[in-house]
């Protein structure tokens, strides 16, 4: 509740006092430990689970910080490591928007993190609240989850008790365990004052997926049978809900869905496992599901967040890859023609747009650009592709990764839901993208909405994974980390597509590149190890190896190891 006006400066100097003993008691009990450094970047924190309690009792009190700051608007903490091993957890905080934390408090949960006594804690959070403008009387609200990791239920604890140093003023959503993406949807939907988005809790995210996919598949379903590889991650729980709620119109067979049993968790198996591998988990090529001509299946990752699809080809019996590039060239070309079929007029024509990081596959961008689907390059991570993509008045983002949504602009919701249509035709491909709309999460990418917004373009199309595939051939590529004595020196611009530093080492790539059939190569220093990632693609698997090749004995040059 805010304060009262009548509140003398005494009982508010003791509430004070009262607050920061509290942060004091909740600290001893979660002290620090030494020697470890703790950042907070794209994906939160992320180390060790046995690592991290200091770390959740100190993102619980941000939580709040951040709430009362925004006036009482719900905040949302997520504790997972995604793709990670099952020994690792991490934790996320989600903003009212559903969007990751603003980038400029991603150094306030550092510098919280870091304090290496109760002291130091006790100072720099009355710093940050005082710095922030924080009225502590505000009221906060907070949604928080977890995936299915053993280390989840102590490390839920640690976040329980930074909250609970608040008392009465914060108001709690345990969601218990699902996935990410929910998180980011319950969260967003609680905050749309118009009650339009949705209903902010599980049941009403499977509800809305569950209408908006009816109404895209019409009379096309039942659809040709799904495998789904969960990971042996909270994705299982998820499709297990969402599938009760959807019934017979996607026949959907969950693999890998032991969710309890100890180390099964991302282990050779969910999207991580086949993007990197660029094979089959083992469970599946031993089940034989996929032998079957037109078979398709996908894999989510440990949380959810991310999605690839493949089959296997029917006549050599290799396996075939739709990673995200393959999802965002189909999606963005299907609702481009969507688009073009609902015929707006002048003053409310849409267009649709692509965002990629220079990971992408050189094939796919030349398929986009040549039929006239614009493209941005950002730099890795979720948040410049999200924010690239709000530019645009539908925007895809994918990392090649199976990381990615569609993005609809406020003002193209607006301009469909008031367009007065020319034609039956016009009519229909106005309802299908306003039916993707909500269809589509948003607010991050999500492994359970992105699989129904590829079925339900294939069943559109008429397509199954091999006609999908056919629409241009990845060029061959490799990544190689080669490990550097400093990192530091090199200094990637453009998108991370060209390096600044060292002077000189950019023109000797380039000269590298021209010796290679469409050869593309660049450098990209990591965030978090000394080493930097060389990619390297030409028109021949042995000419990708070649060049990376060299790159590579250019960065170690560079960095004085040759």
Same mark, same amino acid.
């Given at each position: 509740?805010?304060?009262?006006?009548?509140?003398?400066?005494?009982?508010?100097?003791?509430?004070?006092?009262?607050?920061?003993?509290?942060?004091?008691?909740?600290?001893?009990?979660?002290?620090?430990?030494?020697?470890?450094?703790?950042?907070?970047?794209?994906?939160?924190?992320?180390?060790?689970?046995?690592?991290?309690?200091?770390?959740?009792?100190?993102?619980?009190?941000?939580?709040?910080?951040?709430?009362?700051?925004?006036?009482?608007?719900?905040?949302?903490?997520?504790?997972?490591?995604?793709?990670?091993?099952?020994?690792?957890?991490?934790?996320?905080?989600?903003?009212?928007?559903?969007?990751?934390?603003?980038?400029?408090?991603?150094?306030?949960?550092?510098?919280?993190?870091?304090?290496?006594?109760?002291?130091?804690?006790?100072?720099?959070?009355?710093?940050?609240?005082?710095?922030?403008?924080?009225?502590?009387?505000?009221?906060?609200?907070?949604?928080?989850?977890?995936?299915?990791?053993?280390?989840?239920?102590?490390?839920?604890?640690?976040?329980?008790?930074?909250?609970?140093?608040?008392?009465?003023?914060?108001?709690?959503?345990?969601?218990?365990?699902?996935?990410?993406?929910?998180?980011?949807?319950?969260?967003?939907?609680?905050?749309?004052?118009?009650?339009?988005?949705?209903?902010?809790?599980?049941?009403?995210?499977?509800?809305?997926?569950?209408?908006?996919?009816?109404?895209?598949?019409?009379?096309?379903?039942?659809?040709?049978? /799904?495998? *789904?590889?969960?990971?042996?991650?909270?994705? #299982? @729980?998820?499709? %297990?809900?969402?599938?009760? $709620?959807?019934?017979? +119109?996607?026949?959907?067979?969950?693999?890998?869905?032991?969710?309890?049993?100890?180390?099964?968790?991302?282990?050779?198996?969910?999207?991580?496992?086949?993007?990197?591998?660029?094979?089959?988990?083992?469970?599946?090529?031993?089940?034989?599901?996929?032998?079957?001509?037109?078979?398709?299946?996908?894999?989510?990752?440990?949380?959810?967040?991310?999605?690839?699809?493949?089959?296997?080809?029917?006549?050599?019996?290799?396996?075939?890859?739709?990673?995200?590039?393959?999802?965002?060239?189909?999606?963005?070309?299907?609702?481009?023609?969507?688009?073009?079929?609902?015929?707006?007029?002048?003053?409310?024509? /849409?267009? *649709?747009?692509?965002?990629?990081?220079?990971? #992408? @596959?050189?094939? %796919?961008?030349?398929?986009? $650009?040549?039929?006239? +689907?614009?493209?941005?390059?950002?730099?890795?991570?979720?948040?410049?592709?999200?924010?690239?993509?709000?530019?645009?008045?539908?925007?895809?983002?994918?990392?090649?990764?199976?990381?990615?949504?569609?993005?609809?602009?406020?003002?193209?919701?607006?301009?469909?839901?008031?367009?007065?249509?020319?034609?039956?035709?016009?009519?229909?491909?106005?309802?299908?993208?306003?039916?993707?709309?909500?269809?589509?999460?948003?607010?991050?990418?999500?492994?359970?909405?992105?699989?129904?917004?590829?079925?339900?373009?294939?069943?559109?199309?008429?397509?199954?994974?091999?006609?999908?595939?056919?629409?241009?051939?990845?060029?061959?590529?490799?990544?190689?980390?080669?490990?550097?004595?400093?990192?530091?020196?090199?200094?990637?611009?453009?998108?991370?597509?060209?390096?600044?530093?060292?002077?000189?080492?950019?023109?000797?790539?380039?000269?590298?590149?021209?010796?290679?059939?469409?050869?593309?190569?660049?450098?990209?220093?990591?965030?978090?190890?000394?080493?930097?990632?060389?990619?390297?693609?030409?028109?021949?698997?042995?000419?990708?190896?070649?060049?990376?090749?060299?790159?590579?004995?250019?960065?170690?040059?560079?960095?004085?190891?040759?």
């Amino acid at each position: 509740m805010s304060s009262s006006p009548t509140k003398s400066p005494k009982d508010a100097a003791h509430e004070h006092a009262l607050l920061l003993n509290s942060i004091a008691e909740g600290a001893n009990e979660y002290p620090k430990p030494e020697h470890v450094n703790f950042t907070y970047g794209t994906a939160g924190f992320r180390t060790l689970a046995t690592k991290l309690p200091p770390v959740l009792f100190r993102v619980g009190l941000l939580a709040v910080l951040r709430s009362k700051r925004l006036e009482g608007a719900t905040i949302g903490v997520m504790v997972t490591a995604s793709h990670n091993p099952e020994p690792d957890n991490g934790v996320k905080l989600v903003d009212p928007s559903g969007e990751m934390l603003d980038p400029t408090w991603e150094a306030h949960a550092t510098a919280l993190s870091n304090c290496p006594t109760t002291e130091s804690l006790i100072s720099t959070f009355t710093t940050l609240a005082t710095h922030l403008r924080v009225d502590l009387h505000q009221p906060a609200n907070i949604v928080y989850a977890r995936d299915t990791r053993p280390s989840g239920p102590d490390l839920i604890k640690a976040l329980e008790r930074g909250f609970s140093v608040f008392g009465e003023s914060v108001k709690l959503n345990d969601l218990g365990i699902t996935t990410t993406p929910i998180l980011h949807y319950v969260v967003k939907a609680t905050n749309d004052r118009t009650g339009e988005y949705g209903t902010p809790n599980i049941k009403g995210y499977n509800e809305k997926m569950s209408k908006a996919f009816k109404t895209l598949i019409g009379n096309r379903g039942p659809l040709a049978p /799904l495998y *789904v590889d969960c990971a042996n991650g909270v994705g #299982a @729980n998820a499709l %297990s809900d969402f599938t009760a $709620t959807l019934g017979e +119109i996607l026949p959907v067979h969950p693999l890998n869905t032991a969710t309890t049993t100890q180390g099964a968790l991302n282990h050779q198996c969910g999207a991580d496992f086949v993007k990197t591998k660029q094979a089959l988990p083992p469970s599946i090529q031993q089940s034989g599901v996929l032998a079957k001509p037109n078979t398709r299946a996908c894999s989510f990752d440990g949380d959810a967040d991310r999605i690839v699809f493949y089959y296997q080809h029917e006549t050599k019996g290799t396996f075939r890859l739709l990673d995200g590039d393959k999802i965002a060239v189909m999606v963005a070309m299907f609702l481009g023609d969507l688009v073009v079929k609902a015929k707006l007029d002048e003053e409310h024509k /849409l267009q *649709v747009g692509v965002v990629q990081t220079a990971y #992408a @596959n050189g094939s %796919s961008t030349k398929y986009l $650009t040549s039929r006239n +689907i614009p493209v941005t390059c950002v730099p890795t991570g979720v948040k410049h592709l999200h924010h690239a993509a709000q530019r645009y008045d539908i925007g895809v983002y994918f990392e090649a990764n199976g990381h990615g949504t569609v993005l609809f602009a406020d003002h193209a919701i607006k301009a469909l839901k008031s367009a007065s249509p020319q034609s039956p035709d016009s009519a229909n491909a106005i309802k299908n993208l306003l039916a993707f709309s909500e269809l589509i999460n948003q607010a991050v990418g999500d492994a359970l909405s992105d699989m129904l917004l590829v079925e339900a373009v294939l069943a559109h199309r008429g397509w199954g994974a091999s006609e999908w595939d056919a629409g241009y051939e990845d060029l061959p590529n490799r990544l190689v980390k080669v490990e550097v004595p400093d990192r530091n020196i090199f200094v990637a611009v453009d998108a991370e597509r060209k390096l600044q530093y060292p002077l000189g080492l950019q023109d000797k790539i380039e000269d590298a590149m021209k010796k290679y059939d469409m050869g593309r190569s660049f450098v990209r220093p990591s965030g978090t190890e000394d080493c930097v990632r060389v990619y390297a693609e030409a028109k021949t698997t042995t000419e990708a190896e070649n060049l990376a090749i060299a790159v590579t004995d250019l960065v170690k040059m560079a960095s004085g190891q040759i």
